[in-house]
């Protein structure tokens, strides 16, 4: 037998009502008691695959499969197993031209990693003499404005911001000659716009290679990918990646946490978008007036001021990259000083900082009973510990978490503080989709439960739909002036923001918005009548 046997699931994280026939062994298992993988995703020329799940499911462990780098043992993993024998798995399925060509020659792969923060531990020099050496095709000096990396190619790579870093990873794994590309998430610290220009540079190379993808931005995986394979399982133990499917409907079936095809609920909650933007929370009260000020630094100016947080909402604050968001949540959480006015209030601040620093050996448990006193009560232990699945890295030291972790981690801290106020400065970042979910339902009944206000800095417009009452929007010329406006209604905020970034937004049949394609006939119709993002 394979070992684990999903059919009688030892495992209550999914009910698997049946299962395909292929699935009765994995393609994959690393050892006795490791971790099992079943299914595979499909590279096609011309296509991107993307690949939709939580981390730990098996997607690094199958793009090793797909390159060549790991052979897969079909479960029997006390020995090496003939490819003649893979190839007769996979006879008449969708990879088994796939696996014949892996079988017979080497594949070279280009790979953009999920955490970027090695590449200046590994790299020295600038970004110009960094991409020279990716520059396998050619290609590189058309790339290079697409992802607006002009203005900073003579900067050192141990300088760059982590949406710089982001970019310049993004061009090295494009401009290289590969027989596959993967790209495990590129939104990371990118705003929407530049999520956008790398999804399109993306899908150019696509044309002419294959292309797979992680990403947990789903307005951004729907514009990126053709097909995608969900991923589920219980992360860590085993892991089940579907067959392709359309990526508008592998996007809802994800959503709403059931897979049709396969017949599998995989979790109990569906999430859901609300056509209409309604005014809620009218009957709060103002709890924080954001006080007028600006700070100025050599090259950048940010002013802000007027409008009110209130008790019990969650304001979401969104705007393009170098406009003060972060300024403005340092302004306000005492780490930054402004240069004129000054934030004076009695209320506490808790802040959870974009670029989260690991400075300690202490463990999880350690770091987390600095922030709280109530660790070990039961409501602690269901809201924050539970709600972010912490459990397993309670005994970790936080300088050796991933990044996923260490977010989870610091947003557990920014939770755990008493406060009146919370400013979470991008939480979205490096959690999976699942989390993405979790986090968002937890934070709103952070916000609901004790009444007070939490501001969340974010780009995954599913995150800041789903999470924010109101918005506070951030305009004016990237790296030189910002302004901060509002907190406004949905509607009207979202519509600020994204005539900004002459983006809109259309509506599939289940209501998710899906982004238009720039110039198509709704582009050009919702721009004109002013709605963005919600219809009348
Ligand atoms: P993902 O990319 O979806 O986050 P991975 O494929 O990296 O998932 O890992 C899935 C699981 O397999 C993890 O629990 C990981 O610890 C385990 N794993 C990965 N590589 C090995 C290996 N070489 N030996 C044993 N276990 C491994
Ligand atoms: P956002 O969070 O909207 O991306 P930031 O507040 O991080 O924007 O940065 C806004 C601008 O201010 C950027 O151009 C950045 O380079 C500049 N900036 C931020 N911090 C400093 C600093 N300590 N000294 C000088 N310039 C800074
Ligand atoms: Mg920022």
Same mark, same amino acid.
């Given at each position: 037998?394979?070992?684990?046997?999903i059919?009688?699931?030892?495992?209550?994280?999914?009910?698997?009502?049946?299962?395909?026939e292929?699935?009765?062994?994995?393609?994959?298992?690393?050892?006795?008691?490791?971790?099992?993988?079943?299914?595979?995703?499909?590279?096609v020329?011309?296509?991107? +695959?993307?690949?939709?799940?939580?981390?730990?499911?098996?997607?690094?462990?199958?793009?090793?499969i797909?390159?060549?780098q790991?052979?897969?043992?079909?479960?029997?993993?006390?020995?090496?197993?003939?490819?003649?024998? /893979?190839?007769?798995?996979y006879?008449?399925t969708?990879?088994?031209?796939?696996?014949?060509?892996?079988s017979?020659k080497?594949?070279?792969i280009?790979?953009?990693?999920?955490?970027?923060d090695? /590449?200046?531990?590994?790299?020295?020099? +600038?970004?110009?003499?960094?991409?020279k050496?990716t520059?396998?095709?050619? #290609?590189?000096?058309?790339?290079?404005? &697409?992802?607006?990396?002009?203005?900073i190619?003579?900067?050192?790579?141990?300088?760059?911001?982590?949406?710089?870093?982001?970019?310049?990873?993004?061009?090295?794994?494009?401009?290289?000659?590969?027989?596959l590309?993967?790209?495990?998430?590129?939104?990371?610290?990118?705003?929407?716009?530049?999520?956008?220009?790398?999804?399109?540079? /993306?899908?150019?190379?696509?044309?002419?290679?294959?292309?797979? /993808?992680?990403?947990?931005?789903?307005a951004?995986?729907?514009?990126?990918?053709?097909?995608?394979?969900?991923?589920?399982?219980?992360?860590? *133990?085993?892991?089940?990646?579907?067959?392709?499917? =359309?990526?508008?409907?592998?996007?809802? %079936?994800?959503?709403? $946490?059931?897979?049709?095809?396969?017949?599998?609920?995989?979790?109990?909650? @569906? *999430?859901?978008?609300?056509?209409?933007a309604?005014?809620?929370?009218?009957?709060?009260?103002?709890?924080?007036?954001?006080?007028?000020m600006?700070?100025?630094?050599?090259?950048?100016?940010?002013?802000?001021? =007027?409008g009110?947080?209130?008790? $019990?909402?969650?304001?979401?604050?969104?705007?393009?990259?170098?406009?003060?968001?972060?300024?403005?949540?340092?302004?306000?959480?005492?780490?930054?000083?402004?240069?004129?006015?000054? *934030?004076?209030?009695?209320?506490?601040?808790?802040y959870k900082p974009?670029?989260?620093?690991?400075?300690?050996?202490? +463990?999880v448990?350690?770091?987390?009973? @600095?922030?709280t006193?109530?660790?070990?009560?039961?409501?602690?232990?269901?809201?924050?510990?539970e709600?972010? +699945?912490?459990?397993?890295?309670?005994q970790?030291?936080v300088?050796?978490?991933?990044?996923g972790?260490?977010?989870?981690?610091?947003?557990?801290?920014?939770?755990?503080?008493?406060?009146?106020?919370?400013?979470?400065?991008?939480?979205?970042a490096?959690?999976?989709?699942?989390?993405?979910?979790?986090?968002?339902?937890?934070?709103?009944?952070?916000a609901?439960?004790?009444e007070?206000?939490?501001?969340?800095?974010?780009?995954?417009?599913?995150?800041?739909?789903m999470?924010?009452?109101?918005?506070?929007?951030?305009?004016?010329?990237?790296? *030189?002036?910002?302004t901060a406006?509002?907190?406004?209604?949905?509607?009207?905020?979202?519509?600020?923001?994204?005539?900004?970034?002459?983006?809109?937004f259309? #509506?599939d %049949?289940?209501?998710?918005? #899906?982004?238009?394609?720039?110039?198509?006939?709704?582009?050009?119709? %919702?721009?004109? &009548?002013?709605?963005y993002?919600?219809y009348?």
């Amino acid at each position: 037998g394979c070992g684990i046997c999903i059919k009688k699931c030892p495992f209550d994280a999914i009910d698997i009502v049946s299962l395909p026939e292929e699935l009765e062994h994995p393609t994959h298992r690393y050892g006795k008691n490791g971790f099992a993988l079943y299914g595979l995703p499909v590279p096609v020329e011309g296509k991107v +695959t993307g690949i939709l799940g939580a981390n730990g499911i098996g997607k690094s462990t199958a793009i090793k499969i797909l390159s060549g780098q790991l052979r897969p043992n079909l479960g029997n993993f006390d020995s090496e197993v003939a490819w003649e024998e /893979i190839l007769k798995r996979y006879t008449g399925t969708e990879l088994f031209d796939y696996l014949q060509t892996v079988s017979k020659k080497s594949i070279k792969i280009a790979t953009k990693p999920q955490y970027i923060d090695f /590449i200046p531990k590994v790299f020295s020099g +600038t970004v110009a003499a960094l991409l020279k050496t990716t520059d396998e095709r050619g #290609r590189l000096g058309g790339i290079i404005p &697409l992802l607006k990396l002009d203005a900073i190619l003579d900067h050192d790579i141990a300088t760059l911001s982590g949406g710089e870093l982001q970019r310049v990873a993004i061009a090295a794994c494009l401009a290289r000659d590969a027989d596959l590309y993967f790209l495990d998430e590129i939104t990371p610290f990118l705003d929407i716009y530049q999520r956008i220009a790398a999804a399109k540079l /993306i899908r150019d190379l696509a044309a002419e290679r294959p292309v797979v /993808i992680v990403e947990h931005d789903l307005a951004i995986l729907d514009m990126l990918a053709d097909t995608v394979h969900v991923g589920y399982g219980k992360p860590a *133990v085993f892991g089940i990646i579907t067959r392709p499917k =359309g990526v508008r409907v592998g996007i809802n %079936q994800y959503l709403e $946490g059931f897979l049709a095809e396969e017949n599998v609920r995989f979790r109990d909650t @569906q *999430v859901v978008f609300e056509k209409r933007a309604h005014e809620k929370g009218s009957n709060r009260e103002d709890l924080f007036l954001i006080p007028a000020m600006t700070k100025k630094y050599d090259m950048f100016q940010l002013t802000a001021g =007027g409008g009110t947080v209130r008790a $019990g909402e969650v304001l979401g604050v969104v705007g393009a990259n170098g406009m003060g968001k972060s300024t403005f949540a340092k302004l306000l959480a005492g780490v930054e000083t402004p240069t004129t006015g000054s *934030v004076e209030t009695t209320l506490k601040i808790s802040y959870k900082p974009q670029y989260i620093k690991a400075d300690t050996s202490d +463990t999880v448990e350690m770091y987390l009973r @600095q922030c709280t006193n109530k660790f070990d009560s039961s409501m602690y232990q269901h809201e924050i510990i539970e709600a972010l +699945t912490l459990n397993p890295i309670l005994q970790s030291p936080v300088d050796s978490l991933s990044g996923g972790e260490l977010q989870r981690v610091a947003i557990a801290g920014c939770l755990s503080r008493d406060a009146d106020l919370y400013i979470l400065d991008e939480p979205s970042a490096h959690l999976d989709v699942e989390q993405r979910v979790r986090i968002t339902r937890m934070i709103k009944r952070h916000a609901e439960g004790k009444e007070v206000g939490i501001m969340v800095i974010d780009h995954d417009i599913y995150v800041i739909d789903m999470i924010s009452e109101r918005i506070l929007v951030f305009d004016g010329e990237p790296g *030189v002036q910002g302004t901060a406006s509002g907190p406004f209604p949905m509607r009207e905020g979202m519509n600020r923001f994204l005539h900004e970034l002459d983006v809109t937004f259309r #509506r599939d %049949q289940s209501g998710r918005p #899906r982004i238009n394609k720039p110039d198509s006939f709704l582009d050009r119709e %919702q721009k004109s &009548l002013g709605e963005y993002y919600y219809y009348s």
